[in-house]
């Protein structure tokens, strides 16, 4: 699975931001899918996860509240929108996939990844 993460840029606090992953796999609805962030000096932090079908969804606590991720499976697209944004939402943003169920919070059980978006957030 090949995934395409776009959408980043610079963004003035309190301000709004989607990010999109386009995902190459005809099988898309099959795997669970996450979006995690890297700021410079920093660990990969848990974003959001949602399930295959998209009823569930998971935040972070950092974002609960602010940020949505949603999936449309007939484009093979998964979401991240990204209201109120924060100086310390400043990271690089990475998309990512998993085959399997269970901890979506943990890097571990994603497949794939992509390649990163950068969003900054100015003050």
């Known amino acids: 699975v090949q995934l395409q993460a776009s959408g980043g840029g610079l963004v003035q606090a309190g301000g709004s931001r989607r990010l999109s992953c386009a995902a190459s796999?005809?099988?898309?609805?099959?795997?669970?899918m996450g979006w995690f962030r890297q700021a410079p000096g920093k660990e990969r932090e848990f974003v959001a996860a949602i399930s295959r079908s998209g009823d569930s969804t998971y935040y972070g606590d950092s974002v609960k509240g602010r940020f949505t991720i949603s999936r449309d499976n007939a484009k093979n697209t998964v979401y991240l929108q990204m209201n109120s944004l924060r100086p310390e939402d400043t990271a690089v943003y990475y998309c990512a996939a998993a085959d399997i169920d269970g901890g979506s919070a943990s890097a571990s059980i994603y497949n794939y990844w992509g390649q990163g978006t950068q969003v900054t957030v100015s003050s």
């Open positions: 796999a005809r099988t898309f609805r099959n795997y669970n």
